[in-house]
């Protein structure tokens, strides 16, 4: 019978980002990943379907969107409900606990082009599965697609943001600066940002 592993899913990510920075991706393997967390190669397998996706969470990312996106007040406009998620993913994704993590995390990813076209695939993911929550609080089909499309970008300006902010570079950027060290607000600022922008082409 399988035994029940604390902080599995965890240690192992923290586990494969340890050893891809040691060794590099290529030499790397989901033994190797399971060891150095002191768990079997099954319950890797039970967590993440490849070594890949240890660094990307599952789908932890697209339910946490779409559940936000779905609780978004009645009256909110897509743009406003897409706010919403941003604020979701702050307060349980992006908080000053996990950026150490998230930082060396991005670093190992920008390191390997297998590991960004994974993230790029994941990108593109996200922006469909906000789409049909904005389609299902019936927004339209155009209109929900480009909310989403808006919605990642300003997730991707925020990103950057609030990683500069831990080395004190969060400031001075061409598309407006951060704003405090939460990620909620600097993402409220970036699509902030974006929608001025679109107003000015």
């Not at 906000?130 to 339209?140: H, V």
């Not at 808006?150 to 950057?160: E, H, Q, T, V």
Request: charged share 25%; glycine share 8%; aromatic share 6%.
């Amino acid at each position: 019978m399988a035994r029940w592993e604390p902080n599995a899913a965890e240690r192992l990510a923290n586990a494969a980002l340890d050893l891809f920075a040691e060794r590099g991706y290529e030499n790397t393997t989901v033994i190797d990943i399971a060891q150095r967390a002191g768990l079997g190669k099954t319950t890797f397998f039970r967590h993440f379907q490849d070594k890949r996706e240890v660094l990307f969470g599952g789908g932890t990312m697209d339910e946490l969107l779409v559940e936000a996106i779905a609780a978004a007040p009645p009256a909110a406009t897509p743009l406003q409900a897409v706010g919403h998620a941003l604020d979701a993913a702050g307060a349980k994704v992006f908080t000053p606990a996990r950026r150490a993590f998230i930082a060396r995390r991005q670093t190992v990813i920008d390191a390997n082009p297998e590991l960004r076209e994974r993230e790029a695939l994941k990108n593109l993911a996200l922006v469909a599965s906000m789409t049909g929550a904005l389609s299902r609080r019936g927004a339209p089909e155009l209109t929900a697609r480009v909310a989403a499309e808006l919605g990642a970008l300003a997730s991707g300006l925020a990103f950057a943001r609030w990683s500069r902010t831990a080395t004190g570079d969060g400031v001075g950027d061409d598309v407006g600066a951060a704003v405090g060290d939460d990620f909620g607000e600097i993402a409220r600022q970036a699509l902030a940002d974006v929608q001025a922008s679109m107003a000015a082409c």
